[in-house]
């Protein structure tokens, strides 16, 4: 039995769903609600005490880390395998999970909280912000203290689109030789690669490969023409379509 805890929006989540689809698993959904903090209450703590989306929970061991979680996938369910056999081609694969996990992944949450949950702080004084700021929280609680009520500033902005341009010439060199990430077969590295190119662009930033990086946007239509690509992109999971897409920098 696969239980999975995740949330509509999140990209970890979002690439946890995806490696399930395309290894065509079925697993009991469970949502936590980010808004309302579920993912900090003792009874999650108790399965992730991280304190993050995604959770997978097989029988009775939790496994955690959402790159983790969808080697672990790889590893027990053999059938579809998204890890090629020669270990070059698979360290390959993990060098690129290592680098989309340093860089893109915490890259794209400096314009996902200033385009689109900002809002949560509407409202708030100076005093109740800094407790959100300050919250019990294992993980990320510096992300967050890096922040105004105004969101993150234009030297933060900057270095994360610099982050994500980067990001976009890694894939362009590497998609010479594709048509995807790793070579010529769907991978690991393009799994977790589609939430954080899909939040670009549900952003309204796609012009951050549209002109010097094209291939990455042939692969990111390669990707979405793949059936899993629905599965775990359900109405619903895209940013833009539960929040307002605002500007990248308040005024």
Known sequence: MLKLYHAHHSTCSQKVRLALAEKGL?????IVDL????????EYLAIN??????TLVHDDASITDSSVIVEYIDEVF?????VPKDPVA???VRAWMRFLEEVPTYAVRVPSFNKAFLNRFDGLTNEEFADQQAGPRPLRKHFYLKMSKDGFGSDAVQESIDQMKLTC??????????????GQDFSLADVVAAPLIDRIDDLGMSDIWAEEFPLVGVWFAQLKAR???DVAMYKGARLSET????????N
């Open 169 to 182: 010439g890694r894939m362009q060199r590497a998609l010479e030789n594709g048509p995807w990430l790793a």
């Open 35 to 42: 808004a309302n903090k579920a993912h900090l209450t003792p």
């Open 243 to 250: 929040h307002a897409i605002s500007d990248l920098i308040k």
């Open 26 to 30: 079925e697993y009991e959904s469970v």
């Open 90 to 92: 698979r360290a390959r």
């Open 78 to 82: 053999a059938d579809h395998p998204l």
């Open 49 to 54: 005490p991280n304190g993050v989306v995604p």
């Open 227 to 229: 059936p899993s690509y």
